[in-house]
DNA sequence: GTTAGCACTCAACAAAAGGGAGTGCTAACA
DNA sequence: TGTTAGCACTCCCTTTTGTTGAGTGCTAAC
């Protein structure tokens, strides 16, 4: 069967009303509600068709239509009208202006976009922070803390910080701390971490005079520093108490699976690096229903974009509500926090 | 009316009954279950009787009888048994210790700690890291990242670490950079924050040379770096969900209410810092129903102990769960971890 | 191809009925 | 005087039974 031109409009009708109302809908909505002119027979016949597609479903007999994944995969890809929300944009975009000009560090500009995102669109959001072990190593900066404990700070590209503190054999002059730190600089700063490779690190020991064990040391916790990061990436969250604003989902069985997810982290690591390198339509990706990675989600609709703030520094935002959400608002809001996080990048360099 | 012994031990009985099944608890329950041998009719005289002195209640005519927040206040007051709940604590301080040996830093492990004690208890928890403003002063490093910005790394007793990065105007060398540590570290280390005043701060500046500027920069800096840390005092929770385990708290607005509260932080502050620097009982404290300073909290019961690793470094572990919750176990619980931080804490000395 | 009409289905709500757990009270018992 | 058996009563909970109404599919007429 072929989908026409007035099925489009149908389905879309159906799909925008139950968006709305979280109820089923009938012919006699559509047939009132939309701007093609016909009785609720016709449309009757019509969902009827849809159904047979498998693009819309009737969750008992006698009741109304809800769209099906199918219908909303469809819906996503076909009918998305990225018309002008530009009202909603302004607003969101002001909001996290004012936001992001009162904080320094990314962990709070995250924090805050996430939270902003969550209060704009009334659904879950997640952002993971900036994966940095394709980046540039900036700066290291290693000084004493105790007797024999090191301190080493690590920043790279986009003024992300990690400190390591770690023990040391041998007890250190100052002027020993002072000439490795130039020693270490000179010969890492610029550098990805993929190339500090060995050669590197058999230059470093030999110019490291006697502290060939410090400068392992250092090499490991810098690694470590790295490592650890990457193990458990940061994800910050906010909202998750939304989606008990939809009933679809507010039973307690469903709500606990889902806020569980977003209480632990750990999983929505899948949700966050899957598309990560993968470039599609400006990296913004929907899940629907049983289409997204994570099982808990089912019932949910999950859209994700990936950011890049240059160098390789990349990184995903993610919302997170029913499948039956504001398709169109969430495109919308992800990509204008895109935007603010380019523009935030580009204000920093 | 007095409370005899028979009283207490009905009353008791019935806590612990309706702490298993939830549900109201009858006077043959009793009649049957506990070790006093009387007819279900005497235990009525006596429900009675306990009825009339505010410390149970029935939801309604011909129910059981559940525990008032004044039954449960007194339970808590004067009847828990500490009694040996060894086999317990063993396990619970094994796993900690465990994974104790496995992590180094701060953060890391009271992530674990909180999540170790929703796990072992089935109820939500939360962890304050401690916090450092009557705290010694350790180290602080000044270092270049850019032209024109500069790394603040403070270091306080504890081995707790801020950064801060800030612009100045003036372009520095890199020798002055050198002095500008060495005379940070000189005139303050080994101070409290309250100690820095201002008598410190204007030979400071007095002896900065040219650079003043930079100083109050710095002294901004750090001064912003620990209000920051006491602003959002970090807080580490975990098992919230667990809070769907228990029905009486489990429908969507209390769950949601609660879950929030838990997913904000913002409001766990009040919790968690009430009773810092007052003693206890070793420094533990129950909120029952409303007693708790979190309205949203009003139906469930809180435990919080307090942490010293000493130096006035406090913080507070907190346990949330309904009212009926086993509080025996809680406060045992707590107080292993207590000692697992001691431990740990010791370690590090 | 569209529409009016009609019989049919079924969730949702409400009222009615039965069961059962639990109570308070009274009277008898030790 | 304290304890207990017995009994009537209350009220929640579950099941049953209608009743309503939204919505459908089908058919026949336009």
Chains 1, 2 share one sequence.
Do not use: W
């Not at 229903?289 to 990184?315: F, H, I, W």
């Amino acid at each position: 069967m072929e989908l026409d031109e007035r099925k489009k409009k149908i389905l879309n009708a159906i799909i925008r009303n139950y968006q709305e109302t979280g109820e089923p809908v009938g012919s006699r909505t559509i047939s009132k509600y939309s701007d093609l002119q016909l009785s609720s027979a016709t449309i009757r016949n019509e969902m009827s068709d849809l159904e047979e597609m498998g693009l819309i479903v009737q969750p008992h007999t006698s009741a109304g239509r809800i769209p099906t994944d199918r219908g909303y995969r469809l819906y996503v890809d076909h009918m998305l009208e990225t018309t002008d929300r530009e009202a909603g944009r302004q607003e969101l975009a002001q909001t996290s202006d004012f936001l992001i000009d009162r904080m320094d560090r990314m962990e709070q500009v995250l924090k805050q976009m996430a939270k902003v995102l969550a209060l704009n669109t009334n659904y879950a959001s997640m952002i993971s922070a900036p994966r940095y072990n394709r980046n540039k190593l900036k700066f290291i900066q290693l000084s004493r803390v105790e007797e024999r404990k090191l301190l080493a700070v690590v920043v790279v590209e986009g003024n992300l910080i990690k400190n390591t503190i770690f023990e040391v054999e041998e007890q250190l002059k100052e002027e020993d701390i002072l000439s490795l730190n130039l020693l270490l600089n000179t010969n890492l700063n610029g550098l990805t971490i993929e190339e500090i490779n060995l050669g590197i690190i058999t230059k470093l020991k030999e110019q490291a005079g006697g502290h060939v064990e410090v400068v392992g040391k250092v090499l490991d916790a810098v690694a470590e520093a790295i490592r650890s990061d990457d193990e458990d990436l940061q994800i910050y969250t906010s909202g998750a108490t939304n989606i008990f604003r939809y009933p679809e989902l507010s039973d307690s069985s469903k709500a606990r699976e889902i806020i569980q997810v977003f209480e632990e982290k750990k999983q929505l690591t899948n949700l966050l690096t899957d598309q990560l390198g993968a470039e599609g339509q400006q990296g913004i990706q929907v899940y629907i229903g049983n289409e997204t990675p994570v099982q808990s989600m089912k019932d949910c609709s999950v859209v994700t974009a990936t950011y890049d703030l240059g160098d390789g520094l990349q990184g995903t935002i993610g919302i997170v509500g029913p499948k039956r959400m504001d398709y169109e608002k969430v495109v919308s809001a992800l990509q204008t926090v895109m935007g603010q996080l380019d523009t935030m990048f580009k204000k920093e360099e």
